[in-house]
């Protein structure tokens, strides 16, 4: 499905909007990350982005944001702080985002680089290892039965 050049627009105006929130947090908090407040800005603003991605299949961003979603939530459940080299992978995954909304990124954007890492801090906190993103292949399923019904008597 191909969107109108006004509704992308609109999407990217909002992703922009999005990116900006997030650089924004995690420059000026102070580390550790613990606010309350500032971590459920930044969880809005990754999911909110991974949406928007995924609405206008920018794949490589919404892959990025929903890895960034997962930690942040991690830190919002108290299960995994954000200090150290996790902030500094957030914030790379933050300027990625930029580049990526703003076009520039698909060829100097280590996506899959970036995804790894901040899947290593998510599964770090998790008490079990969760899949963040599958194949590309399309999943199998058995036809449906193309025989009727067989009635029922009430």
Do not use: W
């Amino acid at each position: 499905m191909a969107l109108s050049p006004d509704v992308l627009k609109a999407v990217l105006t909002e992703v922009a909007e999005q990116v900006a929130v997030l650089q924004t947090e995690l420059v000026e908090s102070a580390m550790p990350l613990e606010d309350a407040t500032t971590l459920d800005h930044l969880y809005r603003a990754a999911h909110t982005m991974k949406g928007l991605a995924g609405a206008v299949e920018m794949r490589d961003l919404h892959q990025l944001a929903n890895a960034m979603e997962l930690v942040i939530s991690q830190a919002r459940s108290g299960a995994l702080v954000v200090d150290g080299q996790n902030g500094v992978i957030l914030r790379e995954a933050s300027a990625a985002c930029a580049a990526l909304a703003s076009g520039e990124g698909a060829t100097t954007v280590d996506v899959g680089g970036l995804v790894m890492r901040l899947e290593g801090i998510e599964s770090s906190s998790a008490p079990t290892r969760r899949v963040l993103f599958h194949t590309t292949s399309a999943p199998t399923y058995a036809a449906p039965s193309t025989r009727p019904a067989e009635p029922t008597e009430t």
